[in-house]
């Protein structure tokens, strides 16, 4: 009884962290730092997505990922549920400011 009331306790502790740790990283605002955190992702790639990002505005998709130097469809294929490439803050105004 005391080990299932630890295994309860232990779950209810990391279960939280273990949410937060699988949330996608989102392309659009995560700097390298975030980037290199998602399994697929090296430092060098990271640079690149950011470099990449200030020089070309935002991704669409995370599809666009190929258009990175170094980054192919494989890669961006592995990545799958890992990142996202949500609505940047700019757009968000724009549609806003519509309404």
Do not use: C
């Not at 962290?17 to 955190?37: C, R, W, Y």
């Amino acid at each position: 009884m005391k080990r299932f009331l630890r295994a309860i306790v232990l779950a209810a502790v990391l279960g939280p962290a273990a949410a937060l740790a699988s949330a996608p990283v989102d392309i659009n605002v995560a700097d390298a730092a975030a980037l290199e955190q998602v399994k697929g992702i090296g430092p060098a790639k990271a640079q690149a997505i950011v470099e990449y990002r200030s020089q070309h505005g935002p991704f669409a998709s995370t599809a666009d990922l190929v258009k990175v130097p170094g980054i192919g469809a494989k890669t961006v294929e592995q990545l799958g549920d890992q990142i996202t490439a949500g609505t940047p803050p700019a757009r968000r105004t724009a549609k806003a400011a519509k309404q």
